[in-house]
């Protein structure tokens, strides 16, 4: 299995891709535009890996396996501190494309969320699209590529990537050694790739789904018990955020050799993670909160339609069975104050009091 067998079926785009490597056409930067998630951040450890190993990507040799280990010296990952991406970040990213390979004939930067560039950080990086050294590559991942500056989209060669389908995810993830049954289920509730491997992957994120689901399922007694759901949830985060602390250290325990990082840079490196992990969790439990939300209104249309939690169908009915009259516009209102609330996460809102306000909006709306 060579480095591109880890990615969703895109023949169009691999396929260009590929070519650029066989034939060393490299272009000097690219833009990964058209989906978020795993996609595209795979397609480019792939084709950074590609342009590095000296067999074209392997897949088994040691710079394949430092490249996916995110510990290569010649690959540097620059990820958003939060919703955006910094100016400081973006002048790093400069500065590391400027530098010359250390231990191969290419450097790559993979520059993740570059449409979060506000217009300052996008003119400070034009100086790396408009004067990159020859042994460097720039990949952008960009699925909003038009909030990019005509001036640096227009640098780049666009490579446009599309959400795999959920037959094309459960088929990747069974190659990966998922039981079909499992890969099925974390495809059809996952919505996304990212989000069906970590549900197919991950016991803890299952559980928690599974809770979440029930909880928001069973009637909310009172305003309380609304604000005590609001309070487990939070503390799951924390939970997320120290586990994501102990996966570094082992990480960096298992591959002291191979880097070496100023406690500095480690300990930022970290916070990006933890706060990167948490937003992506967060992200998913509003998302499994809307689906309930979503069931119960199909379901209070009519009980026999198909339901996205078919797992938990028969609570979901029988909580539709006793809405009160009116229920799909208070419904509709809820899934509204969801959303509200979504936008205020990602704009680093304060995760307790915003999740208490999703839980407080389910009390409102169906009781």
Excluded at 68 to 84: C, F, K, N, T, Y
Excluded at 120 to 148: G, M, V, Y
Excluded at 333 to 361: C, D, M, P
């Amino acid at each position: 299995m060579t480095v591109w067998s880890a990615v969703a079926v895109q023949e169009g785009p691999i396929g260009l891709l590929q070519r650029d490597v066989a034939t060393g056409r490299v272009a000097h930067a690219y833009l990964f535009s058209g989906a978020a998630g795993r996609v595209p951040l795979d397609a480019a450890t792939a084709f950074a890996a590609a342009l590095v190993c000296a067999d074209g990507g392997c897949g088994t040799c040691e710079a394949c396996t430092r490249i996916r280990r995110r510990s290569h010296p010649d690959v540097v990952l620059i990820e958003p501190a939060g919703m955006q991406l910094l100016v400081d970040q973006v002048r790093d990213a400069v500065r590391e494309a400027s530098r010359r390979p250390v231990a191969g004939a290419r450097r790559v930067i993979v520059v993740e969320g570059a449409d979060r560039m506000n217009p300052n950080a996008q003119n400070s990086f034009l100086k790396a699209l408009e004067e990159p050294p020859p042994s460097t590559t720039i990949i952008l991942l960009a699925p909003s590529p038009d909030a990019l500056l005509d001036t640096v989209r227009s640098r780049c060669r666009e490579v446009t990537f599309r959400t795999p389908r959920p037959d094309e995810v459960t088929t990747l993830l069974v190659s990966q050694g998922i039981d079909e049954d499992e890969a099925r289920r974390s495809a059809r509730i996952g919505g996304d790739l990212q989000r069906a491997s970590t549900l197919a992957t991950d016991p803890d994120a299952r559980a928690l789904r599974s809770e979440l689901v029930a909880r928001v399922v069973a009637p909310l007694r009172d305003g309380g018990d609304a604000l005590e759901t609001a309070e487990w949830l939070a503390a799951k985060m924390k939970e997320l955020r120290d586990r994501v602390a102990d996966v570094q250290k082992e990480e960096q325990e298992l591959h002291k050799d191979w880097t070496k990082e100023p406690k500095r840079v480690a300990d930022d490196r970290l916070r990006r993670e933890q706060r990167r992990a948490e937003q992506d969790a967060l992200e998913a439990s509003v998302d499994d909160i809307a689906s309930v939300l979503r069931d119960l209104l199909v379901a209070y249309r009519d009980p026999e339609a198909p339901v996205l939690n078919e797992e938990a169908r028969s609570g979901i009915v029988e909580r539709a069975q006793h809405l009160r009259p009116g229920a799909e516009a208070r419904i509709i209102a809820g899934l509204t104050e969801i959303e509200q609330s979504r936008r205020r996460l990602r704009s680093n809102a304060n995760v307790l009091l915003t999740l208490e306000s999703i839980f407080l909006a389910l009390y409102r709306q169906l009781t």
